[in-house]
């Protein structure tokens, strides 16, 4: 069955049918389009998502990613970005197999449609041009064989009439027999045009238009089986990225499994153990005995006598001590060195004194000694400034302070071995050049040997440096620990506070004090105040001088105020945050936005 044999007389229908299969294809089209839009914005919002929870560089989260839970985070929003790709790979694809593809071949099926259904207004013309000739030809048969029967007719009378002339009756004859032969020609005419016309109806109904109309068949066939590609395109596209999307689901599935609880529990303890030792258990001190109070509490010996140890033991009895309290052990302040900072005082025989007994009392009186004695000068403590790095990380707990050494030792026994590899190819080759001078001038590698030398001496020094502070580190990483101090100098503050002038040893919390060493409290409180100044007098000297060119009011704690024009001393500079501390000549210092001065650094 065809469309040329059952639909010969359907053309308006074929017509309709045809068009209606290429307008399917535009809608297909259009709808496969619009689903690579989806797929374009959802992986773009994908993208987007992933970006947004993505930690950046140097935040704490990227600090924190060495643990696995939050690596694994990670790892899902990789996978989750790959999956976004496979995403616009899908897009991509359909755009390019489906909807280009089907595009272009709808152009060449319009175009062959619009062919074939010229082809058919072409027979159809052709035939009604041949029709035409025959009903003309017709026509005229039929008006010329009506005179020829009037002629005959007429001569026929024209015989029998008495009254006519022998020449009106051959006139009349005449006339008859032309009509007549008028009339054969017409008709002949007519046959001929009647045959004309049968064979190319003929050959219209039975050759031109079942061909013109199987040809839309078969056309129509191919748009059908075109678009029936893009539909199994339309799935095989996603599921040929299945694998891809089944991949990146089993990594996210992978990440989670990767977490592992107790891997995370002993990171954090790697990363943060400090190496200090759990403090032991305090002793009563019994400041009852051998203190004399003073009958006034503005008086100097009140300010030396704390008002009763069980008073003050009521009213610290909360405070935990300074190793677990909010203070950063990184950056204690000076308060915290008391068991080193100060002359330890009197302790029952059967244990070392107590830190937090041996210095909430001097700090009270510290306090008090600065109300009334000496304005307090700003200093780290009160402006609550992350401690100064050193280079052989002094400022960190012992422990993390062992592995920063350690792997300071490794990054330079590295950077050793690739010198001594670079020059020992340098002393290859210098002796290829040497035993082969066409190759090159030995001469030319003398700077390059020398600068190699050089960094390899440099590099040597720097590992015996940080090897001597990490055999320090392990030294004496245990009783620091103990003491509760970062502080390596903290050692010659006891010796430094005596007024005696003796040489005092390292004050060892596992050994008693002798009444001998131990001087009065009211040296201590002294010894203390004078010790937390030139503490601070020696963090605090002058580098240079800045000039204020704007008005600061210093309303911030740990900031002073500053007059356009006022020249002061800068004691510390800028570190990178925007602030330079400075001195006034009263001695007030706080620190002032390095953008409103001109500084001037001595050499």
């Known amino acids: 069955m065809d469309w040329g044999t059952d639909l010969w007389d359907q053309y308006d229908i074929i017509d309709k049918h045809t068009q209606s299969g290429l307008e399917l294809v535009e809608k297909y089209v259009k709808f496969v389009k619009e689903r690579t839009e989806i797929e374009q914005n959802y992986a773009k919002q994908l993208r987007n998502l992933t970006k947004k929870y993505n930690p950046k560089r140097g935040c704490r989260e990227e600090q924190e990613c060495r643990f696995s839970n939050h690596q694994s985070f990670l790892d899902i929003l990789n996978e989750m970005n790959d999956y976004a790709g496979q995403r616009e ?8 197999n489906i909807c280009i593809e089907l595009t272009k071949y709808l152009q060449e099926l319009k175009m062959e449609r619009k062919t074939h259904l010229s082809e058919a207004k072409k027979a159809q013309q052709s035939l009604e041009s041949t029709y035409k000739q025959l009903d003309s030809s017709k026509k005229r048969f039929e008006r010329e064989w009506r005179e020829a029967d009037k002629a005959a007719q007429y001569a026929e009378k024209t015989d029998q009439d008495i009254n006519a002339t022998k020449a009106d009756v051959e006139k009349a004859k005449q006339q008859a027999n032309m009509r007549t032969h008028i009339a054969e020609e017409c008709k002949n005419d007519y046959a001929a045009q009647l045959q004309k016309y049968n064979q190319e109806q003929s050959r219209f109904y039975f050759s031109d238009v079942p061909l013109i109309f199987n040809k839309l068949q078969d056309m129509d066939e191919r748009r059908v089986r075109k678009l029936a590609q893009g539909y199994v395109l339309f799935s095989d596209t996603e599921r ?22 107790r891997n995370d529990s002993i990171a954090l303890i790697e990363q943060y ?23 006034s509490d503005s008086s100097l ?4 006598t704390p008002k009763g140890p069980l008073e003050l033991l009521g009213k610290n009895r909360s405070k935990p001590f300074w190793l677990f309290s909010k203070k950063s052990k990184l950056s204690p302040s000076p308060s915290s060195l008391t068991p080193l900072a100060t002359p330890p005082a009197p302790s029952p ?69 690739k010198e001594a590899d670079q020059s020992e190819a340098l002393g290859k080759m210098k002796d290829v050049y040497e035993k082969n001078p066409q190759m090159g001038d030995p001469a030319s590698l003398s700077p390059q040997i020398n600068q190699t030398a050089q960094n390899m001496e440099r590099l040597r020094g720097e590992l015996n440096k940080y090897e001597s502070w990490l055999i320090e580190a392990g030294r004496r990483g245990d009783s620091m620990l103990r003491r509760g101090t970062l502080r390596e100098d903290a050692l010659s503050y006891t010796s430094h506070s005596n ?11 596992d050994r008693t004090h002798s009444e001998e060493g131990t001087p009065d409290p009211s040296q201590a409180i002294y010894a203390e105040f004078d010790d937390d100044f030139e503490e601070e007098e020696e963090l605090v000297a002058p580098i240079g001088q800045c000039t204020a060119m704007y008005n600061f009011p210093g309303a911030s704690e740990g900031t002073i105020t500053m007059q356009e024009g006022e020249v002061l001393s800068v004691v510390e500079e800028d570190k990178g945050d925007g602030w330079t501390r400075v001195r006034r000549a009263n001695g007030n210092e706080g620190y002032i936005p390095t953008s409103y001065v001109s500084i001037s650094i001595s050499k």
């Not at 040929?240 to 089944?246: A, D, L, S, T, Y």
């Not at 010996?301 to 030396?304: F, R």
């Not at 007024?499 to 919390?509: A, D, I, K, R, V």
């Open 240 to 261: 040929h990225v299945m694998p891809i999307i089944g991949k990146c689901l089993e990594g996210v599935t992978k990440a989670g499994t990767n977490v592992n609880e």
């Open 301 to 304: 010996g009140t300010l030396g």
């Open 273 to 295: 153990k400090s190496g200090f030792e759990r403090p032991g258990d305090l002793d009563f001190e019994d400041y009852s005995q051998g203190i004399n109070r003073a009958s």
């Open 349 to 417: 025989a059967n244990g070392p004194p107590s830190p937090k007994f041996g210095r909430d009392p001097l700090s009270y009186c510290l306090k008090e000694i600065n109300k009334t004695v000496k304005p307090r000068i700003s200093s780290f403590r009160t402006l609550g400034r992350t401690p100064t790095v050193t280079e052989d990380f002094g400022h960190l707990p012992p422990e993390q302070r062992r592995k920063r050494l350690q792997q300071k030792l490794d990054d330079i026994g590295k950077e050793l071995q």
């Open 499 to 509: 007024n005696n002038g003796s040489t005092h040893e390292p004050y060892s919390p």
């Open 89 to 96: 790979l899908i897009a991509e694809n359909m755009m390019m």
